[in-house]
Nanobody
Framework: QARLVESGGGLAQAGNSLRLSCTSSGGVLKWNAMAWFRQGPEKEREFVAAISWSGGTTEYANSVKGRFTISRDNTQNTVFLQMDDLKPEDTAVYYC?????????????????WGQGTQITVSS
């Protein structure tokens, strides 16, 4: 089973950018869709972005559309989340997730493996 490890979290000022990475330490990711979810302070976990196994299909939450870009490199078993024009409301723990199938989804129940999460804090 794939073990997912996120990196790239930290502090940022509003308007700045950060890039998250998620790598599998075991197992191959390339046949499965991947996604990023986040959980803000005192909030439920929410969908952020998803990408199909080939990278040809992507989905975004309305709150991040136009600012965040999800991508993947199957040769490195890695998925990325480029976050531009960050806002204080983007503050959350960000989780990468491996889907059970090759198709994108916004439902957490469709994902079988999760990373430990990485904290993003955006100051105004």
């Amino acid at each position: 089973q794939a073990r997912l490890v996120e990196s790239g979290g930290g502090l940022a000022q509003a308007g700045n950018s950060l890039r998250l990475s998620c790598t599998s330490s075991g197992g191959v990711l390339k046949w499965n869709a991947m996604a990023w979810f986040r959980q803000g302070p005192e909030k439920e976990r929410e969908f952020v972005a998803a990408i199909s196994w080939s990278g040809g299909t992507t989905e975004y939450a309305n709150s991040v559309k136009g600012r965040f870009t999800i991508s993947r490199d199957n040769t490195q078993n890695t998925v990325f989340l480029q976050m531009d024009d960050l806002k204080p409301e983007d503050t959350a723990v960000y989780y990468c997730a491996l889907a059970k199938t090759s198709a994108t989804s916004r439902r957490s129940a469709d994902f079988g493996s999760w990373g430990q999460g990485t904290q993003i804090t955006v100051s105004s």
